[in-house]
């Protein structure tokens, strides 16, 4: 069925840079929205950014100017570049899809198994 995977998670020091990408399967890429979500230890999951079927971006204020999302059809990659890293970045980052099915208003989600990304020194 669908599958969505994260890579690229890993240990990097403050200030340092990652990418994390989510590769998807057996959805129609393009027309799903695609976004980053993230979860830190005792915390609410979060949304981090979006990017939508048709390119638009959005972000969580505290990662505005950081981080960048994008996504390539032709490989159903999204990915996630993450610069000047924080420690309050530390988190597992979980890639999601997800799209509203016309005939009902409903949305559907996606998600991925998640990728630790631990920002220390």
């Known amino acids: 069925q669908v599958q969505l995977v994260e890579s690229g998670g890993g240990l990097v020091q403050p200030g340092g840079s990652l990418r994390v990408s989510c590769g998807a399967s057996?959805?129609?890429?393009?027309?799903?929205?695609m976004a980053w979500y993230r979860q830190a230890p005792g915390k609410q999951r979060e949304l981090v950014a979006v990017i939508t079927s048709g390119g638009s971006t959005n972000y969580k204020d505290s990662v505005k100017g950081r981080f960048i999302i994008s996504r390539d059809n032709a490989k159903n990659t999204v990915y996630l570049q993450m610069n000047s890293l924080k420690p309050e970045d530390t988190a597992v980052y979980y890639c999601?899809?997800?799209?509203?099915?016309?005939?009902?208003?409903?949305?559907?989600?996606?998600w991925g198994q998640g990728t630790q990304v631990t920002v220390s020194s």
């Open positions: 057996r959805i129609i890429f393009s027309t799903y929205a």
């Open positions: 999601n899809a997800n799209r509203i099915l016309l005939a009902t208003g409903l949305r559907v989600d996606y």
